[in-house]
């Protein structure tokens, strides 16, 4: 099970910048978003930002704050604190970088954090492409779209362009999943 994972109600950790992106992601899907973007920047060295914006159920203004509390959740199961948020707010502004939440209930929520790669308090990154795969797993028969720059070179990915590709079984079969993950990996290695 990958680090920040939640394993019998209970919080193993957030190591790494890519289990915020994945945590994140994760509330999304769970808020029932029928579309999800994620954007990932990166500038080798200094700077690692990524946002998640979703069509979710959203989250009012009145409860907004209260979502950075650790322990609120919107779960309904016994012993799960909220804790993805407050921990990735707490992550970023350790390093210099910034968080930023908006949601408007009904519409959707944008979740946005920064991080200072240089700061002696900066997680690492993580296993980038894995983080990416994990995602598109879990969001079977959602559209996703993933926008990814390193250093001024890029790509993105669409659900519908690897439905169109594989077959809309592509997330949940495991020999196209595969390919995906190679897809994936060969695009993160060209970033290098």
Request: glycine content about 10%.
């Amino acid at each position: 099970m990958p680090a920040g994972s939640k394993e019998g109600g209970t919080f193993m950790g957030l190591r790494t910048i890519a289990d915020h992106v994945l945590d994140i992601y994760q509330n999304a899907v769970d808020a029932g978003a029928s579309r999800i973007e994620l954007s990932i920047f990166e500038e080798s060295g200094k700077l690692f930002s990524f946002k998640v914006v979703d069509n979710g159920k959203g989250i009012n203004a009145e409860r907004l704050s209260e979502v950075l509390d650790p322990f609120y959740t919107e779960k309904k199961k016994a012993k799960k604190f909220g804790l993805g948020l407050p921990l990735l707010k707490q992550a970023a502004e350790a390093t210099g970088g910034s968080f930023e939440i908006s949601s408007k209930l009904g519409l959707g929520t944008e979740v946005s954090a920064s991080f200072v790669l240089s700061h002696i308090d900066c997680q690492p990154i993580g296993d980038l492409a894995q983080t990416l795969v994990s995602a598109i797993q879990m969001s079977d028969g959602i559209e996703w779209v993933i926008h990814r720059e390193k250093d001024k070179s890029g790509y993105e990915l669409t659900r519908s362009d690897f439905a169109k590709t594989l077959g809309n079984d592509f997330a949940i079969n495991a020999v196209k999943i595969k390919l995906v993950e190679e897809v994936i990996i060969g695009a993160e290695d060209a970033l290098r």
